[in-house]
Nanobody, 111 residues
């Protein structure tokens, strides 16, 4: 199984930016970022294939950018124009997910 270590979260004001990183023990054709807000189910944020093509959830289109560095087994999520509703724990995994989840990284958007 692939293992994931997410980092880069924190507290940011609305309109601010954060860059999340996910270090994986291996990297596969399709990787993704997911998030889970309190009391809600985990949802897909964005996915990316090995060639770089990507897809985004409707709520983050135009604000978030997913990227990957295959040589470093790392996936990134650049988050701009953050909103309070982006507050969640963010995880990475393959797409669709098939490995154990990491600890995630907390993102809190609040003034």
């Amino acid at each position: 199984q692939v293992q994931f270590v997410e980092s880069g979260g924190g507290l940011v004001q609305p309109g601010g930016s954060l860059r999340l990183s996910c270090a994986a023990s291996g990297i596969y054709y399709s990787m993704a970022w997911y998030r889970q807000a309190p009391g809600k189910q985990r949802e897909l944020v964005a996915s990316i294939r090995s060639g770089g093509s990507s897809n985004y959830g409707d709520s983050v289109k135009g604000r978030f950018t997913i990227s990957r560095d295959n040589a470093k087994n790392t996936v990134y999520l650049q988050m701009n124009s953050l909103k309070p509703e982006d507050t969640a724990v963010y995880y990475c995994n393959r797409y669709p997910p098939r490995d154990s989840w990491g600890q995630g990284t907390q993102v809190t958007v609040s003034s």
